[in-house]
T-cell receptor
Framework: AQKITQTQPGMFVQEKEAVTLDCTYD???????LFWYKQPSSGEMIFLIY??????QNATEGRYSLNFQKARKSANLVISASQLGDSAMYFC?????????????FGSGTKLNVKP | GAVVSQHPSWVICKSGTSVKIECRSL??????MFWYRQFPKQSLMLMAT?????????EQGVEKDKFLINHASLTLSTLTVTSAHPEDSSFYIC???????????FGPGTRLLVL
């Protein structure tokens, strides 16, 4: 089974509107981490936001928020007030393990296009 | 903070030559470093995980004699593609993680083209 599933290969959003990028995960570990990364056309992977499996509150970082629904095993990224510079690939990822035995799993990505 | 550098950013080489890529954590000690490969329009594929002072753990299907990984210090890991062939052409990305960090931090990547 896929560890991370992103079902939206591509998304369009109008500038200044909010957009939700979907992510579901599969794990039997009680302790895990969920992440979103942005990859612009330059190729660099940029860390956006982190949610721990034991965190009660949804993570927020500026215009990014992570809608964590543990029972549904979903970790959707919400970008508010989209900007043209948000156009990029977005990857959802999960970390299993601890200490020196971490392993990260990545989804297939969602390409976001922000329209002016 | 949490800056990772990667050199070179671009490399073009002839088939049969070896290429070394360096990954450095500039402002933190990286107890774990990861090496990924990414094909165009695809996700990241983990090649190997290395912990400082230990041998790298390779993912299934990755040839350890082909992709030599060394993590000799807490700030440096290297990936050597030995006897490179055109099918090794790809985007290689390293990442680093400190002992008390929640996430990995990525280098800018290296585009390898083997002619």
């Amino acid at each position: 089974a896929q560890k991370i599933t992103q079902t939206q290969p591509g998304m369009f959003v109008q500038e200044k509107e909010a957009v939700t990028l979907d992510c579901t995960y599969d794990t039997s570990d009680p302790s895990y981490g969920l992440f979103w990364y942005k990859q612009p056309s330059s190729g660099e992977m940029i860390f956006l936001i982190y949610q721990g499996s034991y965190d009660q509150q949804n993570a927020t970082e500026g215009r990014y928020s992570l809608n964590f629904q543990k029972a549904r095993k979903s970790a959707n990224l919400v970008i508010s007030a989209s900007q043209l510079g948000d156009s990029a690939m977005y990857f959802c990822a999960m970390r299993e393990g601890q200490g020196n035995f971490n392993k990260f799993y990545f989804g297939s990505g969602t390409k976001l296009n922000v329209k002016p | 903070g949490a800056v990772v550098s990667q050199h070179p950013s671009w490399v073009i080489c002839k088939s049969g030559t070896s290429v070394k890529i360096e990954c450095r954590s500039l402002d933190f000690q990286a107890t774990t470093m990861f090496w990924y490969r990414q094909f165009p329009k695809q996700s990241l594929m983990l090649m190997a995980t290395s912990n400082e002072g230990s041998k790298a753990t390779y993912e299934q299907g990755v040839e350890k004699d082909k992709f030599l990984i060394n993590h000799a210090s807490l700030t440096l890991s290297t990936l050597t593609v030995t006897s490179a062939h055109p099918e090794d052409s790809s985007f290689y990305i390293c990442s680093a993680m400190g002992q008390y960090q929640e996430t990995q931090y990525f280098g800018p990547g290296t585009r390898l083209l083997v002619l």
